[in-house]
């Protein structure tokens, strides 16, 4: 019996089941897995190469039977969320699905990503007050020792001591490792979820935001620009009435303006001068978009021209051209009314909590200037703060007010024209 | 707990002809194309309501997914999606009986 550790075994599925694999090339034979532990259970036996699938599933505990009927698979062990299985056959009919583990893997990247991010964020800032206060000279360091008289400790205070210094020094490892872990985690995870994408029906490459297919040479843009036969519109916004975006893009394509590409960021459309073209345009929006989000509506014919950056609170735009008959990206209008009242949740939501905490920022703010005014006098360096946090604000609750203008309008629609 | 499978009863029109479709397995068009030449036309499904649809089923247990040798997602039902399907089929039975009954009814007079 052989017990061998892998710490970060689920960050590259692909690579343990390969590594699993070799193990048995060298006569080691999986019989036992602890997903918690980290832990992989082999017995030495003769050489085999044996072909291993390790799949995540939270509701079938155990392999389910139809994979087994087939005998395409054989369940060497499984725990509560995984079960192992040997191939039986170079090329399988079907695959057990990795997609529960790609959605697991993709909302730790996330999480691990925004906390990253936020973190950054803090150390700039902490860095650019340091920063300041080092080059004003308000800031000095002083050097000094203790004092250190003989002082005799009793043993308790000393045992005392030493565990306040483990806490201390166990506390300081976390906060100095917990950052190389996430980057680590980030990068790892980053890197093998475009694998188990792939494998989980994932054809469309994006790069950053926009499908590679869209994108145009920037040489050939300026090129055509100069022309006059691309234009470029932008939009700040848009976003958050898509419906009325929607039927300007549709305008736009009906009066020889084709869409040909976006921004990066979405806030711009790049048109070419052409044939006048029916086009329908719907923009989506999904909380959670999985690996065959992209496929499954490009398969109907729907072309792809935005997609957000991280998988969670997604927006798309597709477009799908027509002769008599208008496609519809929701067929029935509850579908419709229903994904609308996700978008207005989640955007409303998201800004009237942004808007109220800026609301109290510019009040806060507006207060304590208020109050120095008299001894310092007005100057516009001073009251920039307040004045952009209640722009900020304004900005923020007019944007949630046009995404629930946004989902009013579409409920009110009962039939479609 | 978990919800009981007469709790997700009656389906929607979408929800059924999805089931329906997927006595076999199929791919998410595929299930657009079979459920558009079942009904002569009559259902055409919007990829974007398929795949919110296929969502919740996998949600609720009564779909799986697999990948097929190309690796494209293919769809199957659970032994909950067969039961709802057949509580589902039964039920339409009975309401397409009861309604021939009052037809027959509507003729006479």
Known sequence: MRIKWRLFWSYDVIKTQQWLSDQSKKGLLLVGFYPKLRIFKFKKTNQQSNQYMIIYDKKSNGCPNRYLIDQDYLEITHTKNYYVLKQLKENPQIYPSYEAFLNKNAKLKYIVGNILLFASFMYFMIFVIILTSVLSGSFSFEWGGWDSPDIVYTTQEIIFGIIQAMIFYSILLIILFSPFWMIYTYLKL??????LEKLCGN????KFTLPTDTIIDKNNLSFYKKQGQIIKKTKIGWFYSPDIAVKWLEKMEGEGFNLLSMSNLGNSFYFIKGKPKK????????????????SINEENGWKLFFTSLTRYFAITVWSKEYKIDIPEFYSNIE???SHAKKFMITYASIYIFLGTLYAAVSVLFGYTIWTIIPDHGIDLLLLSIPIFFILSTILYFYYAYK????????KKIFFRN | MAKSIE?????????YYILLSLKIPRHGYGIIKYVDELTNGRIVLGSGTIYTTLGKMKKSNFITVYQDQDRKTIYILTTKGKKLLELEVDRIKKMYSDTLKVEGVLDEN
Do not use: C, G, W
């Open chain 1, 403 to 410: 995404v629930i203008r946004y989902y009013y309008r579409v």
């Open chain 2, 7 to 15: 709790s997700y009863m009656p389906l929607s029109e979408t929800a």
């Open chain 1, 203 to 206: 054809t469309k490459t994006i």
């Open chain 1, 279 to 294: 086009v329908k345009y719907h923009v989506d929006f999904q909380i959670k978009k999985n690996a065959n989000y992209l």
């Open chain 1, 190 to 195: 980053n890197k093998a979820n475009k694998t």
């Open chain 1, 335 to 337: 579908d419709e009314r």
